[in-house]
């Protein structure tokens, strides 16, 4: 049985507003960023090691 299919990976680009949580030992990460598409932040997960605030990616 073949496995399904996954969608395309996508790039976000964003300016990081705030760590909500930081996991020191796995670099998980929570955080809010902004976008050029509304007002509204948007949640983001993953391993974000050595981010901070105010950063553009």
Do not use: H, I
């Amino acid at each position: 049985m073949n496995a399904p299919a996954r969608a395309p990976l996508a790039t976000l680009e964003a300016v990081l507003e705030r760590l909500t949580y930081v996991n020191e030992d796995t670099g998980y990460t929570v955080a809010r960023v902004a976008t050029d598409r509304g007002s509204d932040l948007l949640t983001v997960v993953g391993a974000l090691v050595g981010a901070q605030p105010g950063e553009w990616a």
